[in-house]
């Protein structure tokens, strides 16, 4: 099962030195009961790229959190034995989020995802603006929106090591 992890360039160098992402359980997103209902007319493509697009989203929230991060998103994609994951129980509200029982472990990281280093001004804007636009502000909300405006580049999982945090 592909599962979407958000991520940043910091806890990608953790991975990378500890061989794992951790501690169990881990959230991530993946193509869920919830997310096919909620977008229906979606083919497993769309779904997918959906689900990675939640888990950019919680890569900005960690970003928001982490202040020394580089201002990049990143999410990585893992290929996970189903019965491992769960699906929870948010419905409507998250509809890509999982649980994962077990840790990560690198050999499970197929690919990374990561904004290009150009877009790091409108990434940290968006981070920034995160909290407000929680709180329902508009402008905020426009500005982390916008920061989705930005494609994710592919990363094979061999080339993460060359991504500097």
């Known amino acids: 099962m592909r599962i979407y992890l958000p991520s940043t360039l910091p806890m990608v160098a953790a991975l990378l030195q500890t061989g794992e992402v951790g501690p169990v359980p881990v959230r991530g997103y993946a193509v869920t009961p919830a997310l096919r209902e909620w977008y229906s007319s979606g083919d497993l493509e769309e779904l997918e790229y959906v689900a990675m ?57 197929v690919s990374g995802h990561v904004d290009d280093a150009a877009a790091a001004g409108e990434i940290g804007s968006a981070a920034a603006a995160l909290a407000a636009a929680d709180a329902g502000d508009d402008d905020a909300r426009f500005t982390v929106d916008s920061a989705e405006g930005y494609e994710l580049l592919w990363y094979a999982s061999q080339e993460l090591a060359d991504l500097s945090p």
């Open 53 to 109: 697009l939640h888990a950019a989203r919680a890569s900005l929230r960690l970003l928001s959190h982490d202040q020394s991060a580089p201002r990049r998103r990143v999410v990585l994609a893992a290929e996970l034995p189903e019965e491992q994951v769960t699906s929870d129980a948010s419905g409507f509200d998250e509809p890509a989020v999982v649980e994962i029982k077990i840790p990560v472990l690198l050999r499970h990281i």
